[in-house]
């Protein structure tokens, strides 16, 4: 698991010293092009659009504000933002959030939070998940503000409902070491899935019991193989779910894997690129989301966007224009509106709206 920890950083740090700058302008004439939605969002990771166009929005937070460079720090810092018509801004907050603070002065501030929220109609407020990268015993060095790190956490009363950097510490289903980085989940009948891009795998939550759905195996690459690094989850069509992974921040490495009840996970299409988010559109289709398309002598290329048929595993581009930087989720509307967190690894993240 160590590995995964390894890349996933490296990307991120690759990151810090453009993402202040690039992207940040939306040319009013470009085709394709971004609109704005809501600006100044702390770490935006993914959107979830509810039936009638509400639009949530997972923030990490920006951990301990005044927290020493080169330290960890955990603050209550992560949030909901939700655009709902003319009305938008933080509906939860106080959420954990913790970040490690660069040593480069003006470098932009990374954490780890929540990274994807549901509506809970049952409980009132929101379900979430909360990201965390490390174990049970390094999230206890952070003190009482990141208890709740690593988690699923229901927003109406704070009650968490299963901990999964402690089920990958106790556990390790992969084999490889105890590390956890929960990064994304959903719905399954009154159950969850969820996945870990750390532990490579999807654990099945029903109550208080959590238990391997299944395991995530590497990909063999022509540089040897890497690890999976499971990005998102997305529920199909007769309880099929739809994953994507990373795919060890390798050129073509990343799949997006199709699991059905009663099987184990099979590749549905291969070749993609740092895959960081996945949902579907009005047609079933779905429609993938690059944190990069690579990394060049200035820093990470801008990200892509695709559309993939569920069925044949075949894969097209939408067109994005360049625009895409370091993006970190996308949802798309009722009527087909694709929505994108840019600039997602900093605390003046966007949502935006891709028009083509």
Not at 168 to 178: A, K, L
Not at 238 to 253: E, R, V
Request: one cysteine or more; a negative charge; aromatic letters at 6%.
């Amino acid at each position: 698991m160590s590995g995964s920890r390894t890349l996933w950083r490296a990307a991120l740090l690759a990151a810090v010293a453009v993402v202040g700058v690039a992207g940040t302008s939306i040319p009013a004439s470009a085709t394709p092009s971004l609109q704005v939605i809501a600006d100044h969002l702390k770490n935006p990771r993914k959107i979830t659009v509810q039936w009638n166009g509400t639009i949530l929005v997972a923030e990490a937070g920006e951990g301990l504000p005044g927290c020493a460079a080169g330290q960890t720090c955990a603050a209550p810092t992560g949030a909901v933002y939700r655009v709902q018509g003319t009305s938008q801004g933080r509906v939860v907050t106080g959420l954990p959030s913790a970040a490690t603070i660069s040593t480069t002065p003006g470098s932009p501030v990374q954490a780890m939070g929540p990274v994807q929220v549901f509506p809970d109609y049952y409980n009132g407020g929101y379900t979430v998940i909360n990201g965390y990268d490390g174990t049970t015993g390094t999230r206890a060095a952070l003190g009482a503000d990141g208890a709740k790190l690593g988690t699923i956490e229901r927003t109406s009363d704070g009650s968490v409902v299963a901990d999964l950097t402690a089920y990958e510490t106790q556990f390790s289903p992969d084999g490889r070491g105890p590390e956890s980085n929960p990064y994304g989940f959903a719905p399954s009948g009154s159950d969850w899935l969820a996945i870990d891009a750390a532990g490579n795998d999807v654990v099945k939550v029903s109550g208080s019991t959590l238990s391997t759905r299944a395991l995530l195996p590497d990909n063999q690459t022509a540089n040897g193989p890497v690890q999976s690094v499971p990005t998102a989850i997305v529920p199909g069509q007769n309880g099929t779910y739809y994953i994507a992974d990373m795919g060890g921040m390798q050129p073509g490495a990343s799949r997006i894997w199709k699991l059905t009840p009663g099987q184990q996970p099979q590749v549905l299409a291969s070749g993609l690129t740092n895959l960081i988010d996945l949902t579907t559109d009005n047609s079933g289709n779905l429609v993938a989301l690059s944190l990069t398309t690579g990394f060049g002598a200035n820093g990470p290329l801008p990200g892509a966007l695709f559309r993939v048929d569920p069925c044949s595993g075949a894969v097209n581009e939408i067109p994005s224009g360049g625009l895409l930087n370091m993006p970190t989720g996308v949802a798309v509307g009722p009527q087909g509106q694709i929505y994108i967190s840019n600039n997602g690894s900093t605390t003046d993240g966007q949502l935006v709206r891709l028009r083509s």
